[in-house]
């Protein structure tokens, strides 16, 4: 046989396959135009969605009391406010975590569009890259570390397919769990703590292919600030501990094809806040970052189990109905600060005079409703004579008559000022000879917190305007009850008077409310 037939042969054996032959020189290589493709990865960092909302006006009140201190505000985000003592309110605002420069290109941004917060993964980090062929099957699967040098696929794929990449990490040394071999069942399971994902479609057109991967957090993260205002002169914070978000679960599922989450076991008290141990004179102090892994809710819950500062201290803070939504980072900021406050008033003035009544009976009863109002309820009381009680969404005021005037028979004086005299004492007037009294300096001032506490403040003659505060008199079977009111729904406090002789009683009732200050 000649050379030439030899050769004609060897050219037939060939060419049917021949793909297969040039494969010899590239076994990694996959059919496509012909160019097999290396494709280089650019970890170009890790995102927070960030809300961006526009501004929530802050609203300016027309009346105030404590007009000369300002509350805290913020022009985005949610608001909220928790009763702490008489005079120090706790004001909240669950905010978008942002720096300067993301405020700046959110202004710049068009729409509404999320501005991203990104930053680099700490050197050591694993991240996975799963490659998937276009009918779903997976193609290759290769763990980096990042600040390791290796930034390229070990395995080249072929030019003109269309691919697609999903990165996942758990941002750590740790890799991520991942059950299903093909894109529709690929599932992430019992991720905790940290979850980032990206996935992206891309045909290769090119020996060389960059692939741009950015990892999106699939949790929320709040980093929580407690806040002493200056206003608070000689106030710090001694302690905060048992501070915990909701809801929270113990871990999620992140399926490839549609990148949605599934939830795993309920945590009950939610997600603990850890805060740093607190120094001497504190004015602030910062919690590291909570993960949030839980469905985008609007109802969210901040429980506040114990937190005390100079003066004062509270247990079981509660604030519901916060917005967390998945992938975003906020600032939950809690301030310590003087409220400003707004009066609340319907059907709340009285005047009653019952001359020379039938003795032991009781007055006609005064029925105030007081709309809701976040900063309790004050009575002042004008004139009085010359003993009352109040009965407050049904519980009383006083486990007794609150009895102001000495000398009355089956009904002694049992409330006085802190240095033990009363009305009748020396320098001091009887309760029915103060007649002038004001709104701003009624005879008797009746405060009920927010909680439902009770306490009250009076005056000692016509000349003195001053309100100094009162107790119940020691040894008198009397004190105060805790009462119940509302915040959010309306109060019924009924007013009347124990007949001992002429009764008379004037005054107001007036809810408080919370405001922003005017600026």
């Known amino acids: 046989m000649s050379a030439n037939i030899v050769l004609r042969h060897l050219y037939v054996l060939c060419l049917p396959t021949l793909q297969s032959c040039k494969r010899t020189n590239d076994e990694t290589s996959e059919t496509g135009n012909g160019i097999p493709s290396t494709v280089n990865v650019n ?26 201190v300002q509350s805290p505000s913020s022009n985005e985000g949610q608001q909220f406010y928790m009763p702490f003592s008489e005079g120090i309110g706790i004001f909240g605002s669950l905010e978008p975590a942002h720096d300067e420069s993301t405020k700046l290109a959110n202004k710049a941004a068009a729409g509404n569009k999320a501005a991203i917060v990104n930053t680099p993964l700490t050197s050591g980090t694993h991240y996975t890259i799963l490659v998937y062929n276009a009918d779903g099957s997976l193609n290759h699967s290769q763990v980096f570390v990042v600040g390791s040098g290796t930034t390229a696929l070990t395995k080249k794929l072929d030019g003109g397919k269309s691919y697609t990449f999903v990165a996942v990490s758990l941002n750590s ?63 710090y914070i001694n302690s905060i ?25 309920n945590i009950t008290d939610g997600a603990q806040v850890i805060f740093p141990g607190i120094g001497a004179n504190a004015l602030s102090v910062t919690s590291s ?7 985008s809710t609007a109802t969210g819950t901040l429980n506040i189990g114990s937190i005390s500062i100079s003066g004062g201290s509270k247990s079981n803070l509660l604030q519901s109905n916060l917005n967390i939504t998945p992938g975003h980072k906020y600032n939950l900021n809690l301030t310590f600060a003087v409220p400003c406050t707004q009066e609340i008033t319907t059907n709340a003035s009285f005047n009653w005079n019952y001359p020379n009544s039938t003795e032991g009976t009781r007055t006609p009863s005064q029925t105030i409703t007081a709309p809701s109002a976040d900063y309790g309820f004050v009575l002042n009381i004008y004139t009085l004579d010359n003993s009352f009680n109040m009965r407050i969404n049904g519980v009383a005021l ?14 002694p004086i049992n409330v006085e000022f802190l240095d033990g005299k009363a009305w009748g004492d020396t320098g001091i007037s009887e309760i029915y000879n103060i007649t002038n009294g004001t709104e701003t ?41 805790t009462v119940t009111w509302n915040k959010t729904a309306n109060n019924t406090i009924v007013v009347d008077q124990l007949i001992t002789g002429p009764t008379s009683m004037t005054g107001k009732g007036v809810g408080k409310k919370v405001i922003p200050c005017q600026l």
């Open 398 to 411: 006083a486990t007794k008559e609150l009895q102001f005037q000495s000398g009355v028979t089956n009904l």
């Open 241 to 265: 501990s048992n501070v915990f978000i909701k809801p929270q679960y113990t871990s999620a599922n992140l399926k490839f094809s549609d990148g949605s989450l599934t939830y795993n076991t």
């Open 173 to 235: 040394t740790a890799d991520p769990v991942i059950t299903g071999t093909t894109l529709s069942a690929a599932t992430v399971i019992n991720a905790t703590n940290y979850l980032m994902y990206f996935k992206k479609q891309m045909t290769l057109s090119a020996a060389n292919t960059t692939l741009d991967v950015v990892l999106k957090h699939q949790f929320s993260q709040i980093t929580t600030k407690v806040i002493v205002s200056n206003q608070l002169n000689d106030k």
């Open 43 to 68: 970890l170009a960092g890790v995102e927070f969605d960030e809300q961006n909302q526009d501004a929530v006006p802050v609203a300016k009140a027309s009346t105030t009391s404590n007009s000369n």
């Open 289 to 295: 970052p909570t993960n949030i892994i839980g469905p």
């Open 441 to 481: 300096s009624p005879a008797v001032r009746v405060v009920i917190s927010p909680e439902g506490a009770i306490s009250m403040f009076a005056r000692k003659s016509n000349a003195d305007a001053t309100l100094y505060p009162l107790r119940i008199r020691a040894n008198t079977s009397t004190s105060f009850n």
